[in-house]
């Protein structure tokens, strides 16, 4: 499989360029040349397959024989090693938790799958590879965990000191072997300054192979299209199904819009968002806007410019330079995906609804999905509504509890982390001290 840039379809790389460059030159982002329905034979055997097994089919009938069968068989089984239950709320609304992974939310899919398939076009390579990440929390702790003691792959996640969570902390600094965390003394936008400073410095990458396990890289994407795929073969037969996904940079509803494509029937997207609502904005009004971000409850949310959108234009036929206003693909995807946007006070009070009604403790980026999903099928009766689970509760304690006025339990992988011991390597603010410690540690 080919893969080309939304922002020109005859500039085309192969896999391993795809998931090692991350973005391509001109700034675009890299999509799957052909995306085609799986066979029926997949849907024959679907209610009899495993999960991993559905994300094995998935990635042969992407992949090709970029990976050999083999090879990519063994690579999803490890990837997709924990499950991704649907539960029931009641006839018409159900939950898809993706947090039974390590760093218990859904980016342990896309990590876990990247890390793998890096780790196998790495094999022939004599020199180690540097992945170097910038985190403001999440999807550092998914990288640390999903890339943990893969050969010839060091990590080094670069953090912000004091702007973690606790339990975020630990998760970037207590696995050690090829996992390093450097503490840098500013904010998430230098950490991002300083990594994108690394990658521009000729000098550097010639004594370091460096590459990037950004949220925009196409291999963190294509694992997250098993999952819908997994919820529908769990729901079995019956009535039309919509998929409400809460959303920040839109990586998981652009999975969804591929499994589409691949064949899934899908009744509708309903893309829930707090009050950083640029697409759902766009889908009313059909003007896009990207903005500044603003701070709210479901903070792995709070996205001005979410970064998948130009995939999402691209999949409904938008031609990069055009007009957005006179796109067609305003017309197209207003077709597939429903937008929503909610406030911290009703979202708090969806997380108490949810408990109170089904007995079942929601996350505030799942309880916006929630409403979403309410809203949505008011208008659209006889549908059964799946809400995307993006992340396990207790990620969100304190103010869970607080909403509740409850505690709420935490699963042993996490509370057994706030005993293990911190190590970091603190920094200021400058590039300098950063590249002389990975020109002493990889030279
Ligand atoms: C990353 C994240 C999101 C947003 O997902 P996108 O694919 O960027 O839209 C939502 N919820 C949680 C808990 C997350 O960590």
Known sequence: ????????????????????????????????????????????????????????????????????????????????????????????????????????????????????????????????????????????????????????????????????????????????????????????????????????????????????????????????????????????????????????????????LLAMKMGLPVRQFIAATNGNDVVPEYLTTGTYRPRPSVATLSNAMDVGSPSNFARMLNLHGHVDGKDLRTSLAHAEMSKVVSGYAYGDAVTEDAVREVKAKFDYVIDPHGAVGYLALNDWQRQHPGTRGVILETAHPSKFKPDVERILGQSIEVPERLAELEFREKVSTEMGVDFQPVRKWLLERYT
Request: hydrophobic share 40%; with cysteine; net charge negative.
């Open 1 to 256: 499989m080919k893969f080309y840039s939304t922002n020109n379809p005859d500039h085309k790389v192969d896999l391993a360029e795809a998931i090692f460059r991350g973005l391509p030159a001109d700034k675009g982002l890299y999509m799957p040349e052909r995306v085609d329905r799986l066979p029926q034979q997949f849907f024959d055997d679907l209610p009899a397959m495993s999960f991993a097994e559905i994300g094995f089919q998935i990635s042969k009938h992407l992949l090709g024989d970029d990976v050999p069968e083999t090879e990519l068989k063994a690579l999803v089984y490890e990837a997709i090693n924990f499950p991704a239950p649907v539960v029931k709320l009641d006839e018409q609304r159900y939950v898809l938790e993706l947090f039974h992974g390590p760093s218990l939310a859904f980016k342990d899919f896309g990590a876990r799958f990247m890390s793998r398939l890096m780790g196998h076009f790495n094999k022939e390579n004599k020199r180690e590879l540097v992945i170097l990440v910038a985190t403001s929390g999440d999807t550092g702790g998914a990288v640390a965990a999903g890339f943990y003691q893969t050969p010839g792959i060091e990590v080094v996640i670069l953090y912000p000191k004091g702007k973690v969570s606790l339990l975020q902390e630990k998760q970037l600094t207590t696995l050690g072997h090829n996992i390093h965390a450097l503490e840098i003394d500013g904010t998430f936008d230098d950490c991002q300054a300083i990594v994108k400073q690394a990658f521009l410095d000729e000098d550097l990458r010639k004594q370091i192979r460096l590459s990037s396990a950004n949220s925009i890289n196409i291999s963190r994407l294509i694992p997250q299209s098993f999952y819908y795929f997994e919820a529908y073969k769990q729901l079995g037969a019956g009535a039309p199904v919509a998929f409400c996904i809460p959303s920040g940079n839109f990586g998981n509803l652009t999975a969804g």
